[in-house]
């Protein structure tokens, strides 16, 4: 028998690759997502790619009655949570709504998983948990902080998956925390797809890429890294799905809870994403450099060693795979939109 698993945020950037995995491992996917931040075309899209019809829930996951009645709806086994506001700026300034959102949204969910007797969940979280270190890679004993009120919310979505879970034996959780997940689906036809202008580095090189934007600017090139630009751990958005999957398969499977990193555990810098991307778009970029941005960090990477103990995931893809599957989507997209 297939597993049904319930998809919140399935619209959104990773949400729809991680569709598509699951998809192909096998799973039957619901949908729920209320296209806050998603592209209304997205489940053809899903449709063209995996060749099958995409069952969505137009909903909200504050909205305690529609997330029933897609539960009534359907039989869920398992419940994989993207749904969440995502952007670390403004949840400087709208604390409240992210803390709505991203906390009371995941409890609405997680009473009416123990209401519909579903005890499996796989949570979006994110390497921003940890507290500021110098200490890489990253492992998941690190000391946990928080510098903004998302990191806020994910580090308490986190802990109150914990706290429920140890309250009912039968709760099994997944906890992921990504790292930078970067590129698009080889198809072309799903990707990040930002309406503003970006404040992460992958979306502001695509644009531009396709001439939206003039010019790169490089957040100082005096940091203690080898080329003095920020280092970060890219992770392309397949291997993140991927890595859902096998979160999935171990809970299914009767493996205990977990919190993982998903990361590659190497380091790129802005220069080195800058000249994959230069070479997959078949032209130098320009760029200056500036002042640095407050408050980031010069190098941010995650140990991937638990990962591939618990649950077998390694990343497979490299940064020019992240910046062509970028740069096919990003062209395409922009084309589409002149035509
Ligand atoms: N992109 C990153 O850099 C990153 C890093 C770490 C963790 N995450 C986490 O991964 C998850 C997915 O991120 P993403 O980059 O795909 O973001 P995204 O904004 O593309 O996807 C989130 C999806 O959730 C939907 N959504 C938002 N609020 C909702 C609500 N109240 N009810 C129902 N649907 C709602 C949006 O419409 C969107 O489709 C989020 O939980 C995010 O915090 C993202
Ligand atoms: O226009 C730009 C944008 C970024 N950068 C640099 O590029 C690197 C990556 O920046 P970005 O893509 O913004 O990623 P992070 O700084 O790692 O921040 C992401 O990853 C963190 C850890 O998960 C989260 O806390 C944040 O929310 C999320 O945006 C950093 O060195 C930046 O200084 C530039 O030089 N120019």
């Not at 998809?7 to 296209?35: K, M, P, R």
């Amino acid at each position: 028998m297939r597993k049904t698993i319930l998809l919140t945020g399935g619209a959104g950037y990773i949400g729809s690759h991680t569709y598509v995995a699951l998809v192909q491992a096998g799973y039957e996917v619901v949908i729920l997502d209320n296209f806050s931040n998603a592209r209304a075309d997205v489940p053809d899209r899903l449709e063209v790619i995996t060749g099958a019809p995409v069952t969505v829930h137009r909903a909200d996951v504050l909205d305690k009655q529609a997330v029933a009645a897609v539960f009534a709806a359907h039989k869920i086994d398992a419940v994989v949570h993207f749904a969440a506001r995502k952007a670390v700026g403004e949840s400087q300034t709208i604390p409240l709504e992210y803390i709505e959102t991203n906390c009371t949204g995941l409890v609405n969910l997680l009473m009416t998983m123990r209401d519909a007797g579903v005890f499996r969940i796989v949570f979006s979280s994110s390497a921003t948990v940890y507290a500021e270190t110098e200490d890489w890679p990253i492992p998941e004993e690190a000391e946990l902080g928080y510098a903004s009120t998302y990191a806020l919310t994910k580090l308490m979505g986190e802990q109150i998956i914990r706290q429920v879970a140890g309250s009912d034996a039968r709760w099994r959780h997944g906890i992921l925390r990504y790292f930078n997940p970067a590129g698009a689906h080889e198809s072309a036809l799903i990707g990040e797809d930002p309406r503003d202008i970006p404040n992460n580095l992958m979306p502001y090189i695509a644009k531009v890429a396709v001439g939206e934007l003039p010019t790169l600017n490089v957040f100082g090139d005096d940091y203690p890294t080898p080329d003095g630009t920020g280092v970060r751990d890219y992770i392309h958005v397949m291997d993140l799905a991927e890595g859902h999957v096998k979160s999935l398969d171990a809970l299914m499977a009767g493996a205990e809870s977990h919190i993982v990193n998903l990361g590659t555990g190497k380091g790129y810098s802005v220069l080195d994403m800058l000249a994959s991307y230069s070479k997959a778009c078949g032209r130098d970029l320009p760029y200056r450099v500036t002042e640095r941005r407050a408050g980031d960090l010069a190098c941010y990477f995650g140990d991937p060693a638990k990962a591939k103990a618990l649950l077998g995931f390694q990343a497979r893809r490299d940064l020019d795979d992240m910046c062509r599957s970028s740069w096919a989507w990003i062209s395409r997209r922009s084309n589409m939109r002149g035509a």
